[in-house]
């Protein structure tokens, strides 16, 4: 056991953070998100939720402040008659961790290509819809 580190994050997460670099991405998905069927390194995090995922995460995840964007989330498909109040509870984390961040909203299917791409997904329990997030890492300064 180590101090200061959120207890809601497993060794392999941490693990995984450790070893990601500039610029390299991570996928907050979902209940709903095909995790399996878009990365081969999927980390489990069953029954926590995208929120205490993020805002456990920030203690520790400087973003990109060289990239324009830093945060990614799924656009709405049209014909969604549907507001994500996730999204205000996304932004407070990330205003609160005092990273500086701009959010990029991707179309469903350029979201999964950039998932493919991404480091890794870790696969929360999160039940709000588009509750899907991509993060930049940046720099620790």
Same mark, same amino acid.
């Given at each position: 056991?180590l101090?200061?580190? /959120?207890k809601?994050?497993?060794?392999?997460?941490?693990k995984?953070l =450790? *070893?990601?670099g500039? !610029? #390299?991405?991570?996928?907050?998905?979902?209940?709903?998100?095909?995790?399996?069927?878009l990365?081969?390194?999927?980390?489990r995090?069953?029954?926590?939720?995208?929120?205490?995922?993020?805002k456990?995460?920030?203690e520790?995840? /400087?973003?990109?402040?060289?990239?324009?964007?830093q945060?990614?989330? =799924? *656009?709405?498909?049209? !014909? #969604?008659?549907?507001?994500p109040g996730?999204?205000d509870?996304?932004?407070a984390?990330?205003q609160?961790?005092?990273?500086p961040?701009?959010i990029?909203?991707?179309?469903?299917f350029?979201?999964?290509?950039r998932?493919?791409?991404?480091?890794?997904?870790?696969?929360?329990?999160?039940?709000?819809?588009y509750?899907?997030?991509?993060?930049?890492?940046?720099?620790?300064k």
């Amino acid at each position: 056991m180590l101090k200061k580190i /959120p207890k809601i994050l497993s060794p392999q997460l941490v693990k995984t953070l =450790m *070893e990601m670099g500039h !610029g #390299d991405e991570i996928v907050i998905a979902d209940g709903n998100f095909p995790c399996h069927t878009l990365s081969q390194h999927i980390i489990r995090a069953d029954g926590v939720s995208g929120k205490d995922i993020l805002k456990a995460l920030m203690e520790l995840f /400087p973003l990109d402040s060289y990239s324009e964007y830093q945060v990614f989330l =799924m *656009e709405i498909v049209p !014909g #969604d008659d549907y507001k994500p109040g996730i999204w205000d509870d996304y932004k407070a984390i990330l205003q609160n961790s005092g990273e500086p961040y701009s959010i990029n909203y991707l179309e469903r299917f350029a979201f999964y290509e950039r998932a493919k791409r991404s480091y890794a997904v870790i696969a929360t329990g999160e039940e709000a819809l588009y509750a899907n997030i991509i993060l930049k890492k940046g720099v620790v300064k």
